[in-house]
């Protein structure tokens, strides 16, 4: 599907919609949005910013309804659901691998408890025509080979076993109440918008050392390889995953055939800043057992008409483009939240909301 087939298909489904996004001021969530809004929908953001920023959503802020609240709360998505959302997204999460590690609790709150609480508004919610559950590669593990749908899930930290939790209640959901729902996996997604930070990938990280001339550390050999994928492709994905019948009840992988390794990446964006970064190499992280991160996209081109053309080289400009911006405003560094005042504050609304 070319670009302009695809766009118009878009705006045929979403021109004059109402559709919510939870988690829609994170860095896919808000790229989310913004094609929303582009496409005419009139969108509602479920957010309690632990790691999303309202600034993401600047360019349409006064088009977008804004919840502050947490998915884990049965209060909160009453007032996100009010409108009766005929799309839901749900991309809220605790992110990622190591926080989970850090932060059982709250990933398990955030990513299982919350993604069932989202599920069970979306089944009253008479006018639902769609539902998309943006789960992680993370759910599958290490595995040797290229990755398939079919590929047995081997979660190896806190978060890959939450995301799949969360994909499991979404697949029964379609199932047993027939609730229009399916699952994306995303595989290393990057681009305008993600700010580096302590729990984030790789990507923004070393951008913002190699800006700052400062050392690149690589947690392995460096020939460990992922997939990855510019942000607008995934968002595109996840918008036909909504709007495809055949999709329901079904988990799709959004890759793009962009394999690189992590050495040849911290090469790459060494390059772009003109400095002189070093790459320092220490001993892999115990809970990272991926060598090879590979998937084929073949269901999603099939079923969903989905299919990633930005190169890697144009994907990683630009994001290279947003950062220096980002940084030369403020200063991008994610700020970092008290978890344990995160997991608290969860708590007691969950205790409040409970059933
Ligand atoms: N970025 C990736 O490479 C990647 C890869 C695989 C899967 N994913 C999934 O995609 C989704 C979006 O990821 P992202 O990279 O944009 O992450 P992000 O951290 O930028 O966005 C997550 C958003 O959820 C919000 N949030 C967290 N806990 C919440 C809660 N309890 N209630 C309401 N909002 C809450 C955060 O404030 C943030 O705005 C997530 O579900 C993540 O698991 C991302």
New binding site residues.
Partial sequence: MNSETLSAKLFQAFSGSRCLV??G?????SQLVRDLVTFGASVTV???????HLSNLAAVQSQVRVVRG???SSIDLQSAFVREPEYVFH??????NQNSIEHPYSDML?NAV?TQLVLDCARNDKRLKGFVY????CVLGAQPGVMHEETRPAPETPYGVS?LAGEHYTVVYAQVYGLPAAVVR?F??FGPG?RPGRYR?VIPNFMHRAIHGDTLTITGSGDESREFVYITEAVRGTMLAAITPEARGQVFHLGSGNNVTVRELGQKIVSLSGNRSKLDFKPRRSWDGVSRRETSSERAKQLLGYEAHTSFDEGLQRTWAWINECELAAGCLDREISPVHATMN?AVRFAVAGD
């Fill in positions: 939870t988690g001021a994170g860095s896919i969530g479920l957010d309690n910013f632990s790691s999303g947490s998915v884990a991309l809220a999460a605790h992110f990622a955030t919350g943006a789960s992680s590669s995301k995303y290393n997604v993600e990938n969860e």
